[in-house]
């Protein structure tokens, strides 16, 4: 058993541009794009906001894709944001963690590791910052979590000889799966899981600007600084507005001038 602090972020895929069906439709409308990155991402964006003023050719007036984005964002265009979608998987985090990002809905997608399927014997466990600071408070919740973490293996063991007892024709997966389902429900909030996230730009923007602030919960809140961090080396013209800040209090907070695009 593992005590883990900090999350993890890996970008696993991103957005793509599919160059020839692009000049296709510069060909045929008769213009032409001209611009300066070869990000798929940002390309899409810059895509997207051109084609609702047809802004190509001799029209196109920005060259610079960052400063078409940067116009964008300042105009407040973040329906345009939505067309590229990113993909994570984030890992040492916990229960807690994703009961609280399940609730961001539009322009998100999520799948996470079954407890009802992945044996969680060898499972860790995460400790928030503030119980982690504290020895005595500390020596406290590693106490709950092995105790908690003890009962569901016991549980396990004695599920599955009972299943086993009891219905002996059944498949295997499905024995394991009974027996792990109901073992889980001694497990605490601090469980670490994984989860597979997809979301687009606008979702990750608003995302980082009320998870990151700091008055969030702080396990989510780590999350959001590790997002933008990543998401500001992916798609700088997009995420390069923000910044992290360390307020008085000494709580970090990501803040930007262009609220809710």
Same mark, same amino acid.
């Given at each position: 058993?593992?005590?883990?602090?900090?999350?993890?972020?890996?970008?696993?895929?991103?957005?793509?541009?599919?160059?020839?069906?692009?000049?296709?439709?510069?060909?045929?409308?008769?213009?032409?794009?001209?611009?300066?990155?070869?990000?798929?991402?940002?390309? /899409?964006?810059?895509?997207?906001?051109?084609?609702?003023?047809?802004?190509?050719?001799?029209?196109?007036?920005?060259?610079?894709?960052?400063?078409?984005?940067?116009?964008?964002?300042?105009?407040?265009?973040?329906?345009?944001?939505?067309?590229?979608?990113?993909?994570?998987?984030?890992?040492?985090?916990?229960?807690?963690?994703?009961?609280? /990002?399940?609730?961001?809905?539009?322009?998100?997608?999520?799948?996470?590791?079954?407890?009802?399927?992945?044996?969680?014997?060898?499972?860790?466990?995460?400790?928030?910052?503030?119980?982690?600071?504290?020895?005595?408070?500390?020596?406290?919740?590693?106490?709950?979590?092995?105790?908690?973490?003890?009962?569901?293996?016991?549980?396990?063991?004695?599920?599955?000889?009972?299943?086993?007892?009891?219905?002996?024709?059944?498949?295997?997966?499905?024995?394991?799966?009974?027996?792990?389902?109901?073992?889980?429900?001694?497990?605490?909030?601090?469980?670490?899981?994984?989860?597979?996230?997809?979301?687009?730009?606008?979702?990750?923007?608003?995302?980082?600007?009320?998870?990151?602030?700091?008055?969030?919960?702080?396990?989510?809140?780590?999350?959001?600084?590790?997002?933008?961090?990543?998401?500001?080396?992916?798609?700088?013209?997009?995420?390069?507005?923000?910044?992290?800040?360390?307020?008085?209090?000494?709580?970090?907070?990501?803040?930007?001038?262009?609220?809710?695009?």
């Amino acid at each position: 058993m593992r005590v883990i602090t900090e999350p993890q972020v890996y970008v696993v895929g991103r957005s793509q541009v599919d160059a020839a069906a692009v000049q296709q439709f510069l060909d045929d409308e008769e213009t032409t794009w001209v611009t300066d990155t070869d990000a798929g991402t940002e390309l /899409l964006s810059e895509l997207a906001g051109r084609l609702c003023y047809m802004s190509f050719g001799e029209r196109q007036g920005r060259k610079s894709n960052r400063d078409y984005l940067a116009n964008i964002i300042n105009l407040e265009h973040g329906s345009v944001l939505e067309h590229v979608v990113w993909n994570f998987i984030v890992t040492g985090v916990s229960r807690s963690f994703t009961h609280e /990002l399940i609730r961001h809905r539009a322009g998100w997608a999520y799948s996470q590791l079954s407890q009802r399927y992945v044996d969680e014997s060898s499972a860790d466990f995460v400790e928030p910052d503030i119980i982690a600071s504290d020895p005595e408070l500390h020596e406290i919740w590693l106490h709950s979590v092995r105790t908690a973490h003890e009962a569901y293996r016991s549980l396990s063991e004695g599920l599955a000889a009972k299943i086993e007892r009891e219905h002996p024709d059944w498949k295997a997966r499905d024995k394991r799966k009974k027996a792990r389902e109901a073992a889980r429900s001694v497990l605490p909030n601090a469980t670490e899981t994984k989860i597979f996230v997809s979301a687009n730009a606008r979702a990750l923007r608003h995302f980082i600007e009320y998870r990151g602030a700091a008055d969030a919960e702080p396990e989510i809140r780590k999350v959001a600084h590790a997002l933008l961090e990543v998401m500001q080396v992916e798609a700088p013209g997009v995420f390069g507005d923000y910044e992290v800040v360390q307020l008085p209090t000494g709580v970090s907070e990501a803040q930007t001038a262009h609220k809710k695009v």
